[in-house]
């Protein structure tokens, strides 16, 4: 069996206990943090669903491997659709994600035969987007599945969900792989031994997130900045931290995705501060940067750095959710720890 998943050894063992004893649901339900391969699992099960090898998921036969390309025409994802160009009137600029347009349109496809496969497969990712609306039509159609569909609700946050959606499916929980299966799954795709470790402590668990880095270098690059920084924050005026609130919010405008990241590398940079505070050193994640988190964990005051580590997650929430990157942006600079003033003459 080729699931190969780093650390969802038990979650694939399930789903092709059930296969193999012709079990399959009409609906799972996926939980589990971020970036943990919720997604990879679904399509694992697409696959599962329709492969013509003799151990199902092949990965090599026709349907397998249009599934990873993508291109089966009975696999697809439900997702939040990002852009409101080419949107109806009624929904520009209404609150972002899954809307009941989308699981209306489903309920026509679904109600099709399979064109190429065995099993249509649908993914709504992330499920827990779905507003109210959406999630009610949707219950109609899981009261009623039509035959040869299967649904995966992909959530990070399942008690987002109608408990009703949640009832009629069968719950899988994916976990954070340990940094050591992340380590070992770096080493087995050829990542260089200092870097494996290196990735696995920053990944805190998130393989996908390890793998796109150690495949592209520009993002540990990128990060080297934020973290540079976050260093340089806390000394930094208000007139300063406004100036820089004003050029990241215009990033933000750009490429959302990299402010995102940035606030990832701030707020894990924060926590290792607050690590290091407490004695803690050993479960640092940005190992490699010991000697400054040392030094801001003696300059800084711990009740600053814990509201901020709290901040930061507000803020990248916020912008998610369409706030005025500005405001935002704004508002939490000022909020950084701040070094204690020397004394003035
Ligand atoms: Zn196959």
Same mark, same amino acid.
């Given at each position: 069996?080729?699931?190969?998943?780093?650390?969802?050894?038990?979650?694939?063992?399930?789903?092709?206990?059930?296969?193999?004893?012709?079990?399959?649901?009409?609906?799972?339900?996926?939980?589990?943090?971020?970036?943990?391969?919720?997604?990879?699992?679904?399509?694992?099960?697409?696959?599962?669903?329709?492969?013509?090898?003799?151990?199902?998921?092949?990965?090599?036969?026709?349907?397998?491997?249009?599934?990873?390309?993508?291109?089966?025409?009975?696999?697809?994802?439900?997702?939040?659709?990002?852009?409101?160009?080419?949107?109806?009137?009624?929904?520009?600029?209404?609150?972002?994600?899954?809307?009941?347009?989308?699981?209306?349109?489903? =309920?026509?496809?679904?109600?099709?035969?399979?064109?190429?496969?065995?099993?249509?497969?649908?993914?709504?990712?992330?499920?827990?987007?779905?507003?109210?609306?959406?999630?009610?039509?949707?219950?109609?159609?899981?009261? =009623?599945?039509?035959?040869?569909?299967?649904?995966?609700?992909?959530?990070?946050?399942?008690?987002?969900?109608?408990?009703?959606?949640?009832?009629?499916?069968?719950?899988?929980?994916?976990?954070?792989?340990?940094?050591?299966?992340?380590?070992?799954?770096?080493?087995?795709?050829?990542?260089?031994?200092?870097?494996?470790?290196?990735?696995?402590?920053?990944?805190?668990?998130?393989?996908?997130?390890?793998?796109?880095?150690?495949?592209?270098?520009?993002?540990? =690059?990128?990060?080297?900045?934020?973290?540079?920084?976050?260093?340089?924050?806390?000394?930094?005026?208000?007139?300063?931290?406004?100036?820089?609130?004003?050029?990241?919010?215009?990033?933000?405008?750009?490429?959302?995705?990299?402010?995102?990241?940035?606030?990832?590398?701030?707020?894990?940079?924060?926590?290792?501060?607050?690590?290091?505070?407490?004695?803690?050193?050993?479960?640092?994640?940005?190992?490699?940067?010991?000697?400054?988190?040392?030094?801001?964990?003696?300059?800084?005051?711990?009740?600053?750095?814990?509201?901020?580590?709290?901040?930061?997650?507000?803020?990248?929430?916020?912008?998610?959710?369409?706030?005025?990157?500005?405001?935002?942006?704004?508002?939490?600079?000022?909020?950084?720890?701040?070094?204690?003033?020397?004394?003035?003459?």
């Amino acid at each position: 069996m080729t699931w190969g998943l780093v650390g969802q050894e038990r979650a694939a063992a399930a789903l092709e206990r059930s296969l193999a004893a012709g079990r399959a649901a009409h609906a799972y339900l996926f939980v589990g943090p971020e970036r943990v391969g919720k997604h990879t699992l679904a399509l694992k099960l697409a696959q599962a669903l329709n492969c013509e090898g003799d151990e199902p998921p092949c990965g090599a036969c026709e349907p397998c491997r249009r599934i990873a390309a993508g291109i089966h025409a009975d696999v697809q994802t439900v997702t939040v659709e990002s852009d409101e160009e080419g949107l109806p009137a009624d929904r520009q600029g209404a609150q972002k994600g899954i809307h009941v347009s989308q699981i209306r349109e489903l =309920e026509r496809v679904t109600a099709l035969k399979p064109f190429q496969g065995r099993n249509r497969v649908v993914i709504i990712d992330p499920a827990d987007e779905m507003n109210a609306s959406a999630q009610n039509a949707f219950l109609k159609t899981l009261e =009623e599945p039509p035959p040869q569909v299967v649904f995966v609700l992909v959530a990070a946050d399942e008690s987002r969900l109608l408990p009703t959606i949640r009832s009629r499916c069968r719950r899988l929980e994916l976990r954070l792989p340990s940094v050591a299966d992340v380590e070992t799954a770096l080493l087995e795709r050829g990542v260089d031994e200092e870097r494996a470790r290196l990735l696995a402590r920053l990944s805190r668990g998130r393989v996908g997130w390890a793998l796109e880095v150690a495949a592209d270098p520009s993002l540990l =690059e990128r990060r080297r900045e934020s973290l540079s920084r976050a260093g340089a924050l806390a000394s930094m005026s208000v007139a300063q931290r406004l100036e820089l609130a004003e050029r990241l919010a215009q990033d933000f405008r750009r490429r959302p995705e990299a402010l995102l990241a940035d606030l990832e590398a701030w707020r894990d940079w924060w926590r290792d501060v607050l690590l290091v505070q407490g004695g803690a050193e050993d479960g640092v994640a940005n190992v490699d940067r010991l000697p400054e988190l040392r030094r801001d964990a003696a300059r800084l005051p711990r009740d600053e750095v814990a509201a901020f580590v709290r901040a930061v997650e507000e803020a990248r929430r916020y912008l998610g959710e369409n706030a005025q990157p500005r405001l935002v942006m704004e508002t939490l600079l000022l909020d950084a720890p701040r070094e204690a003033q020397p004394a003035r003459r």
